[in-house]
């Protein structure tokens, strides 16, 4: 990898998320515009548990495919390096090593010989246990102490890499950096910081292109391009029809951020306080004034996950005016002689398994915060129950079906019917998973918790 010194660097960032798709005709101007890297968020715990739990992918093969096809043959006639983040939506090891799978076969198909790296992120709980006996282990705000036990019913824990372990591998001669849990924006400030630029703009021009064209009037349009130098960045839409403006870059500092002014790194805080956002013309934005303090402590995040029981969920709906008019006493009826159903049934107290009653189209999503008045003109019911195995939770369900079908109201004098949404009623989930970590690391160095694994670049006839 060249290091000699650069006046400025240019980030290629596709999208938000590699296999939600890109036109390839924003990826072919953006090499023509002179990208010196690509990078791509490849996962997210947006989407809830699951995903690090079970260690799943959320997006499908053939969109991550499309995708990397796309990006691997554009980095290659470029010759400028690959990276991806959080492989496999949460960054276990089985994440990383479903994208390289993919990545290998596409370099097979089209004749590529790209070294790629693998990034492994995923932790051990027996060491985290001597980490955390060594008082090395902290609590992010509202959590309390770390269990050891804690770390011991995990399924599966990653740290949440900042840009060293990539920048190690850059410089180690990786063409295609396949990277575990990485922070979203460590993805987009490895190259840069690579090649000397400050770490205030670089850092900030990560934070903003890390979700691709969110920061564009039209985020639908493809992704964009940030140039980082000595004194600031700037930014422009990959598609000519699309804008970046004042406001639409300097408003993602207030997503997914505590404090819209700053935002902690492994290594240290940027901080965009002093940040000025100007419009170099109708479509770019110049941005100066961003900082980053470094931190005493590097410190790396950990991301856990653990069952949290068995689900089964049923739906129905309902267009009865009478229940409608007073629904929440029908769902309070519902969860009354549901647990009375349950004990008289199966013999099960309330302690060995836990149900919700969630009312879409009345308040599911809001609940108390709802601010709508009136009766709606149809809700659906769903019932989501949660117990320690499979089949309690199903059996659960199936007491409750009867009642999701003709429960009446205590003054009602016949019988409604209502209407399941799928036959048979009850769907079983499988294992729920809880997140339980929210914690963090003081690291030994900045790539110790993470393994580099390389591989050679596949000659093809």
């Not at 008019?325 to 029908?330: K, P």
Request: proline share 6%; hydrophobic share 40%; glycine share 8%.
């Amino acid at each position: 990898m060249d290091n000699e010194p650069v006046d400025f660097v240019t980030v290629l960032a596709p999208n938000g998320m590699l296999g939600a798709g890109f036109p390839e005709a924003t990826i072919e101007r953006g090499l023509r515009l002179g990208a010196d890297v690509i990078s791509v968020d490849g996962g997210s715990t947006d989407s809830g548990p699951y995903y690090l739990g079970a260690s799943q992918p959320k997006t499908t093969r053939a969109a991550v495919a499309r995708d990397l096809r796309i990006l691997l043959k554009a980095a290659a006639g470029a010759g400028i390096p690959l990276i991806v983040g959080s492989c496999g939506t949460s960054g276990t090891d089985d994440g990383v090593d479903w994208v390289a799978d993919i990545v290998a076969d596409v370099q097979a198909d089209e004749g590529l010989e790209l070294r790629v790296a693998r990034i492994y992120s995923e932790q051990d709980a027996g060491e985290l246990k001597k980490r955390l006996d060594a008082g090395r282990i902290h609590a992010l705000p509202p959590t309390g102490e770390l269990r050891p036990e804690t770390l011991d019913n995990c399924t599966h824990i990653v740290g949440v890499m900042g840009h060293e372990p990539i920048v190690a591998a850059l410089e180690a001669g990786a063409d295609v950096v396949l990277a575990g849990r990485a922070t979203d924006t460590a993805i987009a400030a490895a190259y840069p910081l690579m090649r000397g630029m400050p770490a205030g703009p670089t850092w900030h021009a990560a934070k903003i292109i890390e979700c691709g064209g969110q920061c564009t009037t039209n985020p639908r349009a493809g992704g964009v391009l940030a140039t980082i130098d000595a004194n600031g960045f700037s930014i422009e839409p990959l598609d000519p029809t699309v804008a970046c403006t004042p406001v639409s870059v300097a408003a993602h500092m207030l997503y997914e951020t505590a404090n819209p002014f700053e935002m902690r790194e492994p290594d240290g805080t940027l901080d965009v306080r002093e940040a000025a956002y100007t419009a170099r013309d109708d479509r770019t934005v110049r941005v100066e004034g961003s900082q980053f303090h470094v931190a005493e402590q590097h410190s790396i995040k950990l991301e856990g996950a653990r069952i949290a029981g068995y689900e089964t969920m049923s739906f129905t709906a309902i267009r009865d005016p009478h229940i409608l008019a007073d629904i929440e006493a029908w769902a309070d009826l519902l969860s009354t002689v549901i647990k009375q159903r349950v004990e008289q049934t199966i013999g099960l107290s309330q302690d060995k398994y836990a149900f919700d009653v969630r009312l879409y189209g009345y308040n599911a999503v809001l609940g108390d915060l709802e601010p709508a008045q009136g009766a709606p003109r149809e809700v659906g019911v769903m019932l989501l129950v949660n117990a320690p195995d499979q089949a309690t939770a199903t059996a659960v369900a199936k007491i409750a079906n009867p009642l999701m079908l003709h429960l009446p109201t205590a003054d009602m004098d016949y019988l409604p019917s209502l209407a399941f949404a799928t036959s048979p009623a009850e769907i079983e989930r499988g294992p729920a998973y809880e997140f339980v970590l929210n914690h963090v690391v003081d690291s030994v160095t900045p790539t110790d918790m993470f393994r580099i694994e390389f591989e050679e670049a596949a000659h093809h006839d």
